[in-house]
């Protein structure tokens, strides 16, 4: 009888909860009717967030480069920032879509009569943003507090570790070979900090600045993080390059793939990122 009666109050918590209406991160007001049954999500790290808070199976697809977990990867791809399928969007009659600030897809599946609702992640506390968000747009605000919680105590799990290091190396991250890198105020940023780690970037750079290999010279980390393929020889064969320590030192961590994905999506599998992170600053224990 208790378990019926705790069913009949959170039904009863979800019909009261909506109709609901929320700011989405390009300032528009979204209004969800009921919780979304059929949910497109255009973000790796949103389709993981909606997975691990347990609403896989609402997802009817995703963007082209969801692939975790294993059973997305099985479901309709409708592109990516630069090349979405809206038409495939829309015949999926999805009752809300999950895209990025960034790009307009939002208001051709506007037009189509869609509920958009657009979503930023790029700071470390946008993850936590984004998990109570979703949490609420898909009636599972409980779910969203346990998963925020989980995810924080595995980042200090991995914080504890690298805290028993003694040095703090200066760090240099590399995108790709434009080269772009990441600031300290950015989600990778943070995990640097948390990693015991010092970036060489400034913050007034921005979040994601391009720089000159020169730059890097200058600065003379004694370590560096890149995620893409033959990053390694790409970094060696720079002019001046044989003079930074961390290429002298052979200090140079290079994560592509599944490796890569854990930096590359602020989402609910950050700490596996960080603990990679302080795997290459310390050493394995």
Known sequence: MKRILAALSV??????????TLTDDLGRTVTVKAPPKRIVTM????????????????????????????????????????????????????????????GRLYETLERAGLTVYAVRTETYEDIFKTVRTLGRLLGLPAEAERL?????????????????????????????????????ESFIGVLISKARGVNIV???????????????????????VATYPNALETLRKR????????VRAGRICVYTGGEDNLFSRPGPRVAQGLRLLVDCFHGRP
């Open 11 to 20: 039904l009863l918590a979800l019909a009261l909860a909506f109709p609901l």
């Open 43 to 102: 973000l790796p790290s949103v389709t993981e967030t909606v997975c691990a808070l347990g609403a896989c199976d609402r997802i009817v697809a995703t963007d082209d480069y969801s692939d975790w977990p294993e059973s997305v990867k099985r479901l309709p791809k409708a592109g990516g920032l630069y090349n979405p399928n809206p038409e495939l969007i829309v015949s999926l009659k999805p009752d809300l879509v999950l895209v990025s600030k960034y």
């Open 148 to 184: 925020v919680a989980q995810i924080q105590k595995e980042v200090y799990q991995e914080e504890a570790r690298a805290a028993k290091a003694k040095a703090r190396p200066r760090v240099y991250y590399e995108i790709d070979p434009t080269p772009y890198t990441v600031g300290p």
């Open 202 to 224: 400034p913050k007034e750079l921005g979040l994601f600045p391009k720089i000159s290999p020169e730059f890097v010279v200058q600065k003379d980390p004694e370590v560096i």
């Open 239 to 246: 002019p001046g390059w044989d003079r930074i320590q961390a």
